[in-house]
Structure formats: C-alpha cells, structure tokens
C-alpha cells in the first residue's frame, strides 16, 4: 500500500537526503501495484527539477570478474573526494520463483557503512538489458536525493546489456585477465558501446597476466570496435583505482563540454516514455476479458494450418 503521506511531504523527505525515505521511494516505484505506482511517480513529478545534477556511471562484466569489488574500492575512493555515491546493483531474478538473492551490501561491505553513500541492490525482475523495470526512476530518486555519482553495477555481459549504456554517462565494461582469446567473455556490441575497458585483479601472479590482456584488447579492438582506453586494475590492493577514477571524470568533463552527455540524456529520455508507453500498451491488452479465449483458438487454428502464425497474433492482438 502506498504511503498515506501526501506526494509533497513525502518528496521533501527524499529530497531532504533522507535514505529511509529514498529506500522506500524505490521500493514503491518497482513495485507492480498500480496504486504504489501512481503515488510513487507524482512524487518522481515532484523531484524531477532536483534531477540530473549526477555522473552517471555503468559498470558491466562477466559473473566473477570482480564488478561488487570494484564499486566497492571506487565508491570509496569517490567518497573521500568529497562525493555522495549511490549504487544501484540489479541482481538476476530466479525464472521459476522471481526470486532474488539481493546480497550486494554484503559484496561492498565498506562502502556500505559510509553516511555519504547508499546501495540499492535489486532483482531483474527478468528485465534485459542488465537492469531492472525501474533503473531510470530509482536512477532519478537517487540524484533527487542529492548523490552526485550514481553507479549502476548489470546482472552481466551479454547482447542485451547494451540498454544500460543508453541511460549512463560512462559505459565501463570489466574484463577478466588471462580470459584465453582476446575477445572471449565479452561481445562485440558490448565494446562498441564501452566508454573504457578494465582489466581486473591485476594483482599477484596475475600482474603479467593483466597486462597482457591489456595489449591483447587494445590490438584486437582496433579491428573490431576502434580504440577504447583500456587498463588494468588491483581493487583489492587500490592499484590503478585513481587512474581509472580520473579517466572518468576526463570523460566527464569532455562530455559536458561538448554537449554528448545532454544530448544522450535527450535521446534517452524519449527511450524511458516510449517503454513506458509500451508497457501501459501491453498491460492493457493483457486485461482485455477475452484475450486468453483468443489466444487459445489462434494457437489452435495456426498450428492445424487454418491460419498463419502472423495473422493468429494479428487476431489476438485485435488488428484484425
């Protein structure tokens, strides 16, 4: 049940930095209650001029490559410059229960005790593209909230991630080191889209390991993808954090000076209503009476070849 604070009173207090208020915020935003979803959007309306004022930073990579490590050590290291840090993780929902483990705080176990940072982790919701239903409005809570960096850390890699790079200043992809082939673990269209590849634990025994991979990326990328700065990176003993962190805020800045992050802050503001849009579409196709009665008789006439399989779906979605 929504909150029976009204809408105003309610964004004040998310506004007001408060955490508790912004945690419950998310929570009704993501929720599939249509009630909880209406009052959680008039209080989004009302924090929507406080929005926008954050560097906005994707984090993807393959299970184990060291994603929560890595947030965990950069989060810090912005903490102690003097940033307010929120982490949006999206863990991968269960098909069969929509369950999730939700286990980030545990992975980032620093950066969770400190007051200027907040993590959120939550399920898929069996969403694609490596974040969940309500990324951009928890995204939007957060910097109303007043946290100038927002990382979102993906379920992933894989060809559907390339939706989180849509709705984010930065795209760093993670690469593990001594992965076998050049290009194995991550995708083409993936790196097309990457703003910097790093190479994690570059630690240990696995130094030499880690620059090789380096090289090896940077050569093949120029022949699939173009040149993208790649580095490698120690997490756990902070050993090329700060260039990593500089390479951003570089990015940042050029981007700014530019106009390429307002106008991909443009373009994907007209994604996030045309998916929402969409989705109303579908929801009320869904709560039509007879759609399942429909349903039935076109799968059963297209598979006894009485009709084709596009005009059965045309039929039940009432094009014809």
Known sequence: MPPTTPPEDFAEEVGGAGRSALARAITL???????????AYEVLRLLM????N????GISGPPGVGKSTLIDAY???????GHRVAVLAIDPSSTLTGGSILGDKSRMPRL??????????SPSDLAL?????????????CEAAGFDRILIETVGVGQSEILVASMVDTFAVLIQPGAGDELQGIKKGIVELADLLVVTK?????????RQAVAEYSAALRHVAGQRPILAVSAAHAEGLAAFADLVEAQRTADLASGRRDAGRDSDAKRWIQGLAEE????RWRREHDREARLEEAARRTLAGELRADQGAAEVAGAR
């Open 75 to 81: 989060g810090m290291l912005l903490v102690e410059r």
């Open 280 to 283: 109303q579409v579908i929801l």
């Open 54 to 57: 954050s560097h906005r930073i």
């Open 129 to 141: 593209g490596g974040v969940t239903r309500r990324t951009r409005e928890a995204m939007f809570l």
């Open 112 to 121: 969770a005790q400190q007051d200027g940072a907040f993590i959120r982790p």
């Open 49 to 52: 001029p406080a929005t926008g």
């Open 29 to 39: 935003i993501e929720s599939h209650r249509p009630d909880d979803q209406e009052y």
């Open 202 to 210: 570059a630690d240990g025994d696995k130094v030499a390991q880690a």
